[in-house]
């Protein structure tokens, strides 16, 4: 079985995700993938757990893209098409399946994603895309629990979404470029916040633990847990001393301390020294908190002063390569109008 998986636009790491967690998938054409399984529920199960999916459609198969086929298919009082290899016809074939109904309502498509999950849900619609082409027919059966995401993200016992701080769905997908299953597995966040990335990692099946230099942060932490019935060890520690508490852990993914905000470009070339040997020292210390193999998915924060583009990331090419294999690197991500932007490096410990 076929299905096509729409990603979200603004989620840089979607294709280090999809590469992590679905084996063949294809980029069909931008933020739009096409992957096989072995059936329905499976699909839907894998699209559910990513940070960037937004919603999931199935290949109609025997299906031609003609309005009498797709008519036949409609069962709800709303329907939309969307028209993915000639998005300005969409218009038309909606009009000419109503025409052949001689009921319902058409919901017109305003992009290419078809309807937003928000329309989705809040009206019973029966939604597919076709591509005249290719002849092929695509109906939506799942979308994002967008509901969910926005808890998260705004509505947590600490949550501020104007701190600077990961979105729920860039930490899921830090936690999906881990290429291992999470049962029985450890996933340990040294700098964990208000524990964004643990919530991530416990909601896919790890098993967490989590530490801070601040006891503020690690009580935040553990109220938003506790708001989702969740638990995890959680330690006031010195990322650099990770070994005194934490030992066989599977993977560290972590946002780790990027430096005061708002700085003025002449102050930057000053930060970044500081940054580079706090990275360091945890990056040699979480060597014996690993097990062999395990990973590190780690941000690096990279400045720009007007003159020069200052790369933490630097760090790790070095006697660094002689402990870790380089996985992936310049994967990258930061929010609109963000002074900072964040690189996302992929490590395994050898």
């Keep these: 079985m076929r299905f096509i998986l729409f990603v979200g636009a603004s989620n840089t790491l979607a294709e280090s995700e999809i590469e992590a967690q679905i084996k063949g998938a294809v980029l069909r054409q931008p933020n739009l993938y096409v992957f096989e399984s072995e059936n329905e529920s499976t699909a839907t199960n894998l699209a559910s757990r990513l940070g960037s999916s937004i919603k999931l459609a199935i290949e109609m198969v025997g299906v031609a893209p003609v309005p009498t086929s797709l008519a036949d298919l409609i069962k709800a009082k709303n329907f939309s098409i969307t028209s993915l290899d000639g998005f300005k016809d969409s218009p038309q074939i909606n009009q000419e399946i109503k025409d052949l109904l001689q009921k319902g309502r058409f919901i017109l498509p305003k992009e290419q994603f078809g309807l937003s999950p928000v329309l989705l849900k809040k009206h019973k619609i ?15 059966i799942w979308i994002h629990d967008f509901e969910h995401w926005i808890k998260k993200d705004r509505h947590m016992p600490f949550a501020n979404a104007k701190a600077g701080i990961l979105p729920p769905k860039i930490a899921r997908s830090m936690v999906n470029l881990v290429p291992i ?3 029985g597995r450890l996933l340990v966040d040294p700098f964990c916040g208000s524990g964004r990335v643990l919530i991530e ?18 009580r935040e932490t553990k109220a938003n847990l506790d708001s989702l019935g969740f638990e995890g060890r959680l330690e006031v520690l010195d990322a ?10 599977d993977a560290i993914v972590t946002e780790p301390f990027l430096g005061k905000p708002n700085l003025r470009p002449d102050q930057i070339r000053y930060l970044v020294p500081g940054l580079q040997k706090l990275y360091l020292g945890c990056l040699k210390n979480w060597l014996s908190v690993l097990k062999p193999g395990g990973f590190v998915v780690m941000v690096f924060p990279s400045f720009d002063d007007g003159k020069h583009i200052y790369k933490t990331s630097s760090v790790i090419d070095g006697k660094l390569e ?3 294999n380089l996985l992936k ?11 900072v932007r964040r690189e996302i490096v992929v490590l395994q410990k050898k």
Excluded at 126 to 140: A, M
Excluded at 329 to 339: E, F, G, Q, T, V
């Design 329 to 339: 690197r310049d994967i990258l991500y930061s929010r609109p109008n963000a002074d």
């Design 201 to 218: 990692a416990l909601e896919l099946g790890f098993l967490v633990g989590g530490a801070d230099i601040l006891a503020d942060q690690v």
């Design 240 to 249: 650099t001393h990770l070994s005194d508490k934490f030992h066989d852990v």
């Design 322 to 324: 002689l402990s870790y």
């Design 181 to 183: 299953g999470p049962i």
């Design 126 to 140: 029966d939604e597919f895309f076709v591509d005249q082409k290719s002849e092929e027919v695509w109906q939506t």
